[in-house]
C-alpha cells in the first residue's frame, strides 16, 4: 500500500511517504521553501499545502499522484466544532475548518493525477499518536499526545496494543498545556508556535517564585485530565518587548511555568501508567519537544523506556496519519532513522561545487579533516547524508564546534545571531555516554536532558547549561559510522570525547536542506570550514 501523509492545517506543513508498511521519506515544508515553519498558524493560511514536500516524497520512490492507494490529511473536519462552542478565542476557525473540508480537491489540483476521492481524514491527536506509538521500537505502549490543539480537544492517553490504538482519555477545550506555553511565550515577547524552547531555555536561569500563583490556573486534576486556563500575565511580570532585554521576573515566571507543566505530564503519565501498566511510554505533539519535561517523566515515573518521536510536533502529524492509514491495510516498520528528508550523492554535490566555482579539496577521509578543524577551534558546517525529519540537527546538518572552549557557546549564539542564554548540545558515541551524562541513555534525538558528571563540567564548559545539564545526543557508530569517526578522530586529538553539535542554520530561517543552502550559510556566516559530503571547503580560500 502507498501512502502519502500530508499535514497543513495549523503549522509546520510536511509530508511523508509510507510504501508496504516501510517509511520511504518525511520532510517538512519549510526545508523546500525557506520559510520558517513553513507558514504562519493562523485561519487564512489554513489552504495552503506542503506542495513542494510532497512532490519530493513522490519523487523519491518514483511515483506520481495517481499512483498512490490513500492520502492521509492529519484533520478531521467532521469531529471538530465551531470554535466559540470550544470557549476558543478564534473567530476566523471556520474558515480553517472550510479549507479541510475542502483539502480533497486542493490536494487534487496541487498534485495532477490525484484522485480526491482517496483522501482520507485522520484525527489530529490520532495522527499524532500514530508517529509515535506505530513508529517506536515497542509494539505495545501507553501513548500520551499533548499540544496546542486539534479539532476540539488538546490531549489524548491511550494504548497500543500490537499497534492498535484505544484512546483512554483525552482532554477538551479550552484547557490546553500547549496554549498555556504558548500564550507565555508571546508574553515573553517571543514568536508564538515557534519559540517555545526558548521559554524552557530561558527557565533555566530562574526560580519558581510564581509555581503557586500559576497552579490556580494549570494544574492536574487527578482523573487522567488536566485545567489550564487563560492566565493573566501581566499581572504576574510585565510583558517583554520582542528584541529587548530579559529581567530576572522573566527568567521566574518561564521557570514557573516550566515545573507548573512539568507537573501536568507527571499527573497524566502516573493515570496512564495505572491504567495500561505498561513498561514503555511513547510521546508525541509539540510539548513531547519539552525535553526538560521529558526527562522528569524519566527519573520519576514508573515507565521503564520513553521514547519520543522527533518530529513531535504538528510536521510529524504527516507521517503519523499516513501510518495509521497504513496499519489498517498492513504492518508497518517502526521508524528508522530521522534522516528522512533530502540527499545527495558525492557526484551531485561535486557538481554544486564546480557551478559555484568553489575552490575545495577532496581529503582521505572528511571525518578526520573535521576533527583536525575542530582541534584547532574551527566552526565547522557539516553537510552529510539525507537531512533529518525534525527540529534537531543530529549529525547530518549540523554546526560543530570544540566543547572544551567555554567561549564558543557565545561564538556560536553569535554566528547563528541568536539569544545568549540559548544552549548548543554535545554529541558523543553512545558506548561513552554514561560516563559524561547521567539520564536516558541511548539519547539518539535529543530529547532529554542529563547531567552532566561533576569531573566533566569544566572540560567541556560549552555544551554544559547553567543548571548544570547538557541536551545530548548519542551517536551508535553502526547507524553513523562517518560521525563516530569525526568524534574518535577529535578524542585522538584533544582528549575529549565530545563535540559541540547545533542546527546549520541561522536564527530565523529553517535548518539548512540542500546544497544551495549549505554553501549560501557557508558565505554569510563565519564558519571556518564546510564539510559537504567528502569535499572541504575552506574559508581561508574561498574569500583569500
Avoid at 19 to 30: F, N, P, Q
Avoid at 132 to 145: F, I, K, M, R, T
Wanted: aromatic content about 8%.
Amino acid at each position: 500500500m502507498r501512502v502519502l501523509g500530508i499535514n497543513a492545517l495549523f503549522h509546520d506543513p510536511a509530508a511523508s511517504l509510507v510504501m508496504d508498511g516501510r517509511i520511504v521519506a518525511a520532510a517538512e515544508e519549510e526545508r523546500f521553501s525557506r520559510r520558517k515553519h513553513g507558514k504562519r498558524p493562523v485561519p487564512f493560511s489554513a489552504w495552503e499545502l506542503p506542495e513542494l514536500s510532497a512532490r519530493w516524497c513522490l519523487e523519491r520512490a518514483g511515483l506520481t499522484p495517481s499512483d498512490l492507494d490513500a492520502v492521509a490529511y492529519s484533520y478531521d473536519p467532521e469531529i471538530a466544532r465551531p470554535a466559540e462552542q470550544l470557549g476558543v478565542h478564534d473567530p476566523w476557525d471556520h474558515l480553517r475548518q472550510e479549507y479541510a473540508r475542502r483539502a480533497p480537491e486542493f490536494l487534487a489540483e496541487a498534485l495532477p493525477g490525484l484522485d480526491p476521492d482517496k483522501v482520507r481524514f485522520v484525527a489530529h491527536h490520532v495522527a499524532h499518536a500514530a508517529s509515535a506509538g506505530q513508529a517506536a521500537p515497542y509494539p505495545d505502549s501507553a501513548v500520551l499526545v499533548l499540544d496546542g490543539r486539534g479539532e476540539c480537544g488538546s490531549h489524548l492517553a491511550g494504548r497500543y496494543a500490537n499497534r492498535e490504538l484505544t484512546v483512554l482519555g483525552s482532554q477538551s477545550l479550552p484547557d490546553s498545556i500547549g496554549l498555556f506555553y504558548e500564550d507565555l511565550t508571546q508574553h515573553l515577547g517571543f514568536l508564538r508556535s515557534s519559540d517555545e524552547f526558548k521559554v524552557m531555555a530561558l527557565a533555566s536561569y530562574g526560580e519558581p517564585r510564581f509555581l503557586d500563583q500559576l497552579r490556580q490556573y494549570v494544574h492536574p486534576d487527578g482523573h487522567g485530565g488536566f485545567r489550564a486556563r487563560s492566565v493573566p500575565w501581566g499581572t504576574l511580570v510585565p510583558a517583554r518587548l520582542a528584541g529587548g532585554a530579559w529581567t530576572q521576573d522573566h527568567a521566574d515566571i518561564a521557570a514557573s511555568a516550566q515545573v507548573c507543566l512539568e507537573e501536568v505530564l507527571l499527573g497524566l503519565a502516573r493515570w496512564l501508567h495505572d491504567r495500561t501498566g505498561e513498561d514503555a511510554l511513547t510521546l508525541a505533539g509539540g510539548v513531547a519537544l519539552n525535553c526538560v519535561a521529558n526527562t522528569r517523566l524519566y527519573r520519576e515515573t514508573p515507565f521503564r523506556h520513553i521514547w519520543v518521536q522527533p518530529a513531535a510536533g504538528d510536521a510529524g502529524t504527516a507521517l503519523g496519519a499516513a501510518l495509521h492509514v497504513a496499519n489498517q491495510k498492513e504492518a508497518v516498520e517502526v521508524m528508522p532513522t530521522a534522516a528522512l528528508g533530502r540527499g545527495w550523492s558525492n557526484d551531485e554535490l561535486r557538481a554544486w561545487l564546480e557551478r559555484a566555482a568553489v575552490p575545495y579539496e577532496e581529503p582521505d577521509d572528511i571525518a578526520e579533516t573535521v576533527a583536525a578543524e575542530l582541534a584547532q577551534d574551527g566552526i565547522v558546517a557539516w553537510f552529510q547524508g539525507r537531512s533529518e525529519f525534525g527540529p534537531r540537527a543530529l549529525g547530518h546538518r549540523s554546526l560543530l564546534a570544540h566543547p572544551g572552549r567555554a567561549a564558543n557557546l557565545e561564538r556560536l549564539n553569535a554566528v547563528k545571531g541568536r539569544e545568549e542564554f540559548r544552549p548548543v548540545a554535545p554529541m558523543v558515541l553512545a558506548e561513552r555516554a554514561a560516563e559524561l551524562f547521567d539520564g536516558p541513555l541511548p539519547s539518539p534525538y535529543m530529547l532529554f536532558v542529563h547531567d552532566v558528571a561533576a569531573q566533566w563540567r569544566d572540560r567541556i564548559p560549552a555544551v554544559v547549561h547553567v543548571d548544570g545539564t547538557a541536551r545530548i545526543q548519542t551517536v551508535d557508530r553502526h547507524d553513523e559510522p562517518l560521525v563516530a569517526r569525526m568524534i574518535e578522530g577529535f578524542e585522538r586529538l584533544t582528549g575529549l570525547p565530545v563535540v559541540v553539535n547545533t542546527s546549520l542554520n541561522t536564527a530565523g530561517r529553517p535548518m539548512v536542506d540542500d546544497p544551495r543552502d549549505a554553501l549560501e550559510c557557508f558565505g554569510s556566516a563565519p564558519v571556518d570550514l564546510l564539510a559537504l559530503g567528502p569535499f572541504a571547503i575552506r574559508r581561508k580560500k574561498v574569500f583569500a
